[in-house]
């Protein structure tokens, strides 16, 4: 019997596990509201934390790009694809970071990907925190270097595989927030192990910038490591489909390693460009994040995020405290409610959607066993009544659990 016939076997135990993933078709319907397979819904689901996916400002940059280039770019940037909007991107990223030299991509997953094997490869040494995304990772077992993987945030675990490494080139690589726990690396104590070591810092800051930082300008910025003080061993990494509300990737760091990336990084070199229209859409957003327009969308979002943690806090409502579910340590946008295992997560999450919300139940592989949850995202399009209904469904869902 060919193996082929086995796939449906195999969908069936992951159906029976929960691990059997399906997707929704959706709709926006303005602020934060989705019509999902035909129903709205009040969604804390999106990426989109300042809002900016469906600003005026973003909206009116792709009509007039239209007019202008059209809708493709039609090839590679190394032959054709590099548009002079995609080049202007560039140029604003990197002053927008504080850093020589940017390098515009398509995606964020396939830049991680072949980001890292064009800096090491077979016979160097890669060390990567426990938790970074996927994308990393991928990029990790490609690069055929040989890896180290420190626990989460355990920066003395990591001086120790670092100390005990013979080999001359070395990457650190680790998210600056990472994605489903919310919480923020010590990228201080990180440069400052790779100094010590004669390490390559690479930073994925997917969930970082424009939110964090002065005027939103990433983690990076934020640890003081831009600008005069720029590292010329940290390579920073971004996507522009999160905060900046579109979509696409950027790499920025020293002119050196900045050229390195655009001569062996294979998804830049063998991929379409990034249409211009794309390009002139995320210089529109740049300014409104850098802006008063992006402050005032920051202090919303701040606002909407201790509103949420207030109202889960312990002592604030009996039922909720009773069921053991735990508001993760978080000042960003990703708020992880710890549920425990998988039913009890998708149990939640489905009362939730009878109640109007969307709310994402994550399960394993996305985290370890045993730790299923909420991944509630904030958004600066949130308003109080829209937390203020997300805590009166989470109290209902908790009287369900305790009756």
Known sequence: MSWLNEIDQRLAELDARTLLRRRREVLPEGGARLRVDGESLL???????????????????????????????????????HSVANAALERELAA???????????????????????????????????????????????????????????????????????????????DAVFSMDGDVADIGALHALCEQHDALLLLDDAHGFGVLGPEGRGALAAAGLTGPTAS?????????????????????????????????????????????????????????????????????????????????????HAAFDATGWRLM????PIQPLLIGHNQPALA?????????????AIRPPTVALGTARLRIALSAAHQPDDVDALLRALRKAAAQVAA
């Open 232 to 316: 010329p061993r940290v390579l920073y990494m971004a996507t522009l489909g999160k905060a900046l509300g579109v979509a696409g990737a950027f790499v920025a760091g020293p002119e050196r390693l900045v050229e390195w990336v655009l001569q062996k990084t294979r998804s830049y070199t063998y991929a379409t460009a990034a249409p211009p229209l794309l390009a002139e859409a995320l210089r529109a957003s740049l300014r409104c994040v850098l802006g008063a327009d992006g402050e005032q969308r920051r202090q919303q979002l701040a606002d909407r995020i201790e509103q949420l943690r207030n109202g889960l806090a312990p002592g604030q």
């Open 329 to 332: 340590p978080s000042a960003t």
């Open 348 to 360: 939640v999450m489905a009362s939730l959607r009878e109640q109007g919300l969307w709310v994402p």
């Open 96 to 174: 927008a970071v504080g850093l020589p030299r940017a390098l515009y991509f398509y995606a964020g997953y396939a830049t991680n990907a072949s980001l890292v094997p064009a800096l090491v490869g077979e016979g160097d040494a890669l060390f990567s925190d426990a938790l970074n995304h996927a994308c990393l990772i991928d990029g990790a077992r490609l690069s055929r270097a040989t890896v180290h993987r420190y626990r989460h945030g355990d920066l003395a675990h990591l001086a120790e595989l670092l100390a005990a490494s013979p080999v001359r080139r070395k990457l650190v690589m680790s």
């Open 43 to 81: 969604a804390f689901c999106s990426n989109d934390y300042l809002g900016l996916s469906q600003a005026p400002a973003l909206r009116q940059a792709v009509h007039a790009a239209v007019d202008l280039y059209g809708v493709g770019s039609g090839a590679s940037p190394m032959v054709s694809g």
